[in-house]
């Protein structure tokens, strides 16, 4: 009965199961429009443990990964989380940074040495994230309590001297995300992220979110839908590039993007119902899970790295579900007025 | 030319699975048996990959935001449509 669902792909000229692409889309979706990110590094081993043509993986994923973005970031957009001028200062930092990375992989390539320093420093990244963003999530009642003693201090007239603040001309203001910085704080955040998406090789989604999070000050669903707007651009050019390559099937394109659009539409109204620090939360679980594929892989522990990035996004993907279920109930009945 | 580099970083850096990538720029594939709609994609892969690689681009845009206008009238029927949210940390 599986069967019936199989579709002729007519570019990589094979047969392949259209539930299996529309489910893979679908759970990537919810991720991407819950956390703003594409979601490729879900993408690349669901589809390898499928049997998936790898020569069509990448180009195939970006094509729907384009088509998701769009929707995404258009309901975003509706819910006031899309600063479009960030994410156009976004873009271009992000492109310089991602040429001077990928310039350096070059270099590292010709001496031999970029496998394991990219691999280690992939690594270090997930991990590093994601314990950090544990680690705020833990510890934000704390900081909350001691925000607010300083605060009673300052009308108590026992002000603390003032924290210097980088103010380095000229500033450049962001009204969708309530922020004022320095041109050179937001240039220097974007080229790092750029310069570590060339470098690793990755979109860059999971990197740009945090990034906007803590190093540019955004509010989490502004991050959220800010991050899918850059990752529109991107999708749109590497869905291009590759099909002029000839790398993109497009028949399971558009049976992830089936899959992939209406999961999307879960995972943005799912923000909707969760607060900031809980996207931080799930987003810090999902990354560290992302490390732990990555640490298997390297240990060449054979099919675990995928079974946990897989287990990993779907787990997650039913997180999410059940607090868009949870949250749109709660709202449902304050309505009726219970 | 930014993307191709920091897409070919994968394999650097995975030591990739081991397929082994064909040419794909310069690939055919057939055409014959194939229904309407496979064999217009595969007649336009052939023949002029910019020109398919217009029709994917465009595609993708068009199936998402229909899909997109689908599901968002679905959701507005059951009672969760979105609108402008109160950001809450």
């Known amino acids: 009965m599986f069967d019936l669902f199989n579709i002729y792909l007519p570019i990589a000229e094979r047969d392949f199961n259209a539930l299996i692409l529309v489910a893979i889309g679908f759970s990537v979706g919810v991720l991407g429009g819950f956390f703003g990110v594409g979601g490729a590094w879900v993408v690349t081993p669901a589809l390898n443990i499928f049997g998936f043509p790898m020569a069509y993986a990448i180009g195939t994923d970006l094509a729907h990964i384009f088509g998701k973005s769009i929707v995404a970031t258009a309901k975003h957009r509706k819910m006031g989380n899309v600063d479009m001028k960030l994410g156009i200062v976004s873009i271009v ?35 590093g994230l994601g314990i950090y963003m544990l680690y705020d999530y833990m510890t934000k009642d704390k900081r909350a309590a001691a925000q607010a003693a300083k605060m009673a201090a300052a009308r108590a007239g026992a002000a603390p001297p003032a924290r210097k603040a980088w103010n380095l001309p000229p500033m450049m203001n962001f009204p969708a995300s309530g922020i004022t ?43 959220v839908g800010t991050d899918l707007f850059s990752v529109l651009f991107s999708g749109a050019y590497g869905c291009f ?63 675990f790295d995928k079974v946990v990035v897989m287990a990993g996004a779907l787990g997650m993907c039913v997180v999410i579900i059940i607090q868009l279920y949870r949250g749109f109930k709660k709202e449902k009945a304050e309505k009726l007025g219970h | 030319m930014i993307l191709n580099l920091m897409l070919l970083l994968p394999s650097l850096a995975w030591a990739a699975a081991g ?17 309407a709609i496979n064999r217009f994609f595969a007649s336009w892969y052939n023949t002029n ?40 940390e």
């Open chain 1, 93 to 127: 930092g992000s492109v310089i940074g991602v040429e001077i990375g990928a310039q350096n992989i070059m270099w590292l390539t010709k001496l031999g040495l970029a496998g394991p320093i990219v691999r280690y420093t992939y690594m270090a990244l997930l991990f």
């Open chain 2, 49 to 88: 990959k910019w020109v398919f690689a217009i029709i994917v681009t465009v595609l993708m845009c068009l199936v998402g935001v229909a899909i997109a206008a689908v599901t968002d009238v679905l959701l507005k029927n059951i009672g969760m449509e979105v609108s402008k949210i109160e950001h809450h």
């Open chain 1, 181 to 223: 910085i320095s041109f050179w704080t937001v240039t220097g955040v974007f080229l790092f992220t750029g310069w570590l998406s060339g470098f690793l090789g990755v979109g860059g989604g999971f990197i740009r979110m945090p990034a906007l999070i803590y190093l540019i000050g955004c509010p989490t669903a502004i991050a």
């Open chain 2, 19 to 35: 397929e082994k990538v064909p040419d794909m720029a310069t690939r055919t594939v057939k055409v014959e048996g194939l229904s």
């Open chain 1, 241 to 303: 590039t590759y099909g002029v390559k000839g790398a993109v099937d497009i028949v399971a394109a558009i049976a992830m993007l089936i899959g992939a659009s209406i999961g999307a539409q879960i995972g943005v109204t799912a923000v909707k119902y969760v607060r900031g620090y809980g996207i931080r939360l799930l987003f810090a679980i999902m990354i560290l899970m992302a490390g732990l594929s990555v640490l298997l892989k390297q240990m060449q522990v054979p099919v």
